[in-house]
């Protein structure tokens, strides 16, 4: 029964859902199953976006090679960082990818700064870079979700509302249960379940809608970096309000406050002050040409 989990409202019951599968001596996660599956799809959507728009494809391979290493690395540490009361006492788990944790900001930023140095050694335009992998980035988001599903974590508090998840106790984190979950504890056959948020859930139908819209107006734009402005404004908004559901907040020292909340709105309000200006520059600089 640890492998049941549970949608009651949607009259959805998996009994079988595993969290990993052997080959010979070799456990294989599902974890990173997705994660690689995430990656791919990502790479293929970035190699057709370049295609789209007369660019080398090969470039982008070179750089999601380096994107591998440092994006990984940079999602880790982020994760380390913020966890930094357990890992001062377990230093030697710092790099243990196997273990769990890691976090998307950290990776986009860890990504963000390879784009970097990879233009300057390219001479390639670091906006077009970003408009171009941007869409790969957010279907890797989409699929890359489904591991915490299969990983039995990432959920948020107690509900009972349509898409409510039901989880078995013994297949999740203690820290990670609240009292509303212990007192609305729900038993099945002698297993006892914890109902929540499915947050991976939220966020992958979230961000499936901010592709589908940097689909649409992918060529509808005024200056180069709009359509990368446009994604950190969309899921910006949506993470910032789905990091509120979760139970397992990173938190910024002792003050109480969600880290991720905090770079969701600063992405947000950054968003939408490039784009207002961007365009409104873009907008001015028509204006100039048409009147010459």
């Not at 949608?7 to 959805?12: K, Q």
């Not at 950290?106 to 140095?117: C, K, M, N, P």
């Not at 915490?148 to 990432?154: H, I, K, Q, Y």
């Amino acid at each position: 029964m640890d492998y049941q989990i549970n949608f009651p409202n949607l009259g959805i019951a998996l009994e079988h859902v595993i969290k990993s599968f052997s080959i010979g001596n070799f456990t294989v996660a599902i974890y990173g199953v997705t994660m690689a599956l995430a990656l791919l799809a990502g790479l293929l959507v970035t190699e057709w976006r370049a295609k789209e728009t007369g660019q080398n494809e090969d470039s982008y391979f070179n750089l999601f090679i380096c994107f591998i290493i440092f994006g990984f690395l940079g999602a880790r540490l982020y994760y380390v960082a913020f966890s930094w009361d357990y890992y001062s006492r377990h230093l030697s788990e710092i790099l243990n990818f196997r273990g769990g944790g890691i976090a998307i900001y950290g990776g986009l930023i860890g990504g963000t700064l390879v784009a970097i140095v990879f233009c300057k050694i390219t001479k390639m335009n670091i906006f077009t870079i970003l408009d171009t992998v941007v869409m790969g980035v957010c279907l890797g988001q989409i699929i890359g979700r489904w591991g915490n599903f299969f990983n039995r974590e990432a959920f948020g508090g107690y509900t009972d509302n349509l898409l409510a998840m039901q989880l078995p106790v013994s297949a999740v984190r203690s820290n990670e249960i609240t009292q509303q979950m212990w007192d609305n504890l729900v038993t099945i056959n002698g297993v006892d379940f914890i109902q929540v948020h499915p947050t991976f859930l939220y966020e992958g139908l979230w961000n499936l809608a901010v592709l589908i819209l940097l689909f649409i107006f992918r060529n509808k734009t005024k200056f180069k970096g709009e359509t990368f402005f446009r994604y950190l404004f969309g899921y910006g908004i949506g993470r910032f309000w789905i990091e509120s559901l979760r139970t397992d907040q990173l938190i910024i020292g002792h003050t109480g406050i969600p880290i991720s909340m905090v770079i969701a709105a600063a992405a947000v309000i950054v968003s939408v002050v490039v784009i207002l200006v961007g365009r409104s520059r873009a907008k001015k600089a028509e204006a100039a040409e048409s009147a010459s």
